[in-house]
């Protein structure tokens, strides 16, 4: 049934968000940023294409996620892994010196927030019972 929605279903949409996230940008520099950054580089119809299908999937992440979590739910999330890293660097397992760390982590946690925006309508459904006027079939 296609309106089955399982862990595996979770991290399918984990995956392609941390793709989305970490192919846009990404400290590294193997990124469409790092790409559009390195010297001598002329921008033409790839770049031009693939920019333009990282922008597509941009605003179906982010247009899904606030209509299904709202400002309050995205923000939320976002304080959520902001203290979990302040926790992280307040234990010692980072520090404020490792932004090369800190940045993938923050970039990963922005994944988990695109991921559980996609997710929400069969994340509320399974807690409570509640159905989105969209998932009624006629």
Do not use: C
């Not at 941390?18 to 033409?44: D, K, Q, R």
């Not at 902001?82 to 980072?94: E, N, P, R, S």
């Amino acid at each position: 049934m296609a309106k089955d929605f399982t862990t595996g279903s979770f991290i399918a949409r984990w995956g392609f968000a941390a793709v989305l996230v970490l192919g846009t940008y990404n400290p590294s520099g193997y990124s469409y940023i790092g790409w559009l950054m390195t010297e001598n580089v002329t921008f033409g119809p790839v770049l031009a294409i693939v920019g333009l299908v990282l922008l597509i999937a941009w605003i179906i992440y982010l247009r899904t996620t606030f209509l299904s979590m709202g400002w309050l739910g995205i923000s939320l999330g976002a304080a959520l892994f902001a203290a979990i890293i302040w926790l992280l660097v307040d234990i010692g397992w980072l520090t404020l010196d490792s932004t090369g760390i800190i940045a993938y982590l923050a970039l990963l946690l922005l994944s988990i927030i695109l991921a559980t925006g996609m997710s929400w309508s069969h994340i509320r459904r399974r807690l409570t019972g509640q159905v989105d006027v969209d998932d009624v079939e006629g």
